[in-house]
């Protein structure tokens, strides 16, 4: 066995050797920086193990197989050579964003922010080989969600865009005529990122249920998804900066904020009042998979301007079947470049600050 890297956990818990689908435990003697594996299992695991730092912990085991880390780097230690090698790995890593996520990482600036936040997260691990970091990325997900923050920041908050937001206290008007049977709404809200329009929306359901009693029996529900689990989990806590509520003028909607004050800051938290009227499940979810809930209104306007123009297209094919008929669907100005495509073959028309109506089913 080899190791890579030194820390100062005493104690290697797990290793996972992939090709077998095997537990192997070991202590790390911090003398001399081994870790003590039975012989008959170091034949059995012909494996390289590097030990790297993480944000949860000093060290974390990786599972590479022999010879992997001097492939394609001409040897550890030269630096010249794991330049260049870098560079053909930085392509690869680029690749398997692009396939697992739909990314477009062939143009700038997203290429550039991917570039910084890799080289970003390499040095907090310690792992200068792109060629390791790859096979990190494939099998750590703790990693992986790592630089996923770093790529797509939260670049959000409350109300952005109002005008269109807004529409909404006509458009679930609409929605409630149609419905006859089903007293209930949902609405899908797609990269959600930390939840500030997440929560813009549920102020405005709660508002029309305050003005409009025949409301009151009506199930209103927002699910809320993105592939940064870190997100997620501050979306759920609704807890926000006064910078994030700085767009909303609204004297209703910041009755719905419980504010704090520390020291000189200010912290808004959204009160329970507004969690009861509307329900509101967050979860981790990849725009490249399906989605099983069959929402009235999608909105999807803080994701699509990573990706390429293909996966956009196979992700407004996806979110045409979800819709029902005359469902509603809030997106960017991003999908300028091939609007006028998805809505001939596809069948939406245009209703006004890009927002667009399902024709048909």
């Known amino acids: 066995m080899h190791i890579l890297g030194q820390g100062n956990n005493p104690i290697l818990k797990t290793v ?13 003697n911090k003398a001399r920086g081994l870790v003590n594996i039975p012989h008959r299992l170091r034949q059995r695991f012909p494996f390289h193990v590097s030990l790297l730092g993480t944000p949860k912990g000093p060290n974390f085991p990786i599972i590479l197989p022999r010879g992997y880390e001097t492939k394609g780097t001409g040897g550890i230690g030269n630096k010249n050579n794991r330049r260049e090698a870098n560079r053909d790995k930085f392509k690869e890593i680029c690749d398997f964003l ?11 600036p997203i290429r550039f922010v991917t570039h910084e936040a890799i080289e970003k997260r390499t040095k907090a691990i310690k792992c200068e080989d ?6 990190i990325l494939k099998t750590n997900k703790n990693e992986l969600q790592q630089l996923l923050k770093l790529i797509v920041p ?7 865009t109002p005008e269109q937001l807004l529409r909404l206290k006509t458009i679930v008007p609409e929605i409630i005529k149609r419905k006859k049977y089903d007293r209930s709404l949902r609405i899908w809200c797609a990269g959600c990122a930390t939840g500030e329009e997440v929560w813009s ?15 009151a029996d009506w199930k209103f529900e927002i699910h809320a998804t993105d592939i940064v689990e870190d997100f997620l989990e501050i979306a759920e806590k609704g807890e926000y900066s006064s910078q994030s509520v700085k767009n909303i003028k609204n004297k209703e909607f910041l009755s719905l904020f419980n504010r704090f004050t520390e020291k000189t800051k200010s912290k808004y938290y959204i009160n329970d009042e507004i969690k009861k009227t509307v329900k509101i ?14 929402p009235d209104i999608i909105f999807c306007r803080n994701v699509l301007i990573y990706f390429t123009q293909e996966r956009m297209r ?38 006004g600050s890009t927002i667009y109506q399902k024709l048909h089913k």
């Open 281 to 294: 499940i967050f979860k981790k979810h990849n725009l490249m998979k399906d989605f099983n809930c069959k």
């Open 201 to 215: 929306i549920a102020m405005i359901l709660h508002s029309l249920q305050e003005e409009e009693p025949g409301l």
């Open 314 to 351: 196979e992700v407004l094919e996806k979110i045409h079947e979800r819709l029902p008929k005359d469902g509603y669907l809030f997106l960017t100005d991003v999908v300028g470049a091939i609007e006028g495509i998805f809505r001939v073959s596809l069948g939406f028309k245009h209703i």
């Open 98 to 108: 692009s396939k697992k996520y739909g990314f477009n990482l062939k143009q700038e």
């Open 16 to 28: 996972i050797a992939q090709k077998y689908r095997k537990l192997i435990w070991g202590i790390k």
């Open 130 to 135: 792109y060629n390791i970091y790859l096979h």
């Open 154 to 160: 939260p670049e959000t908050s409350f109300f952005r």
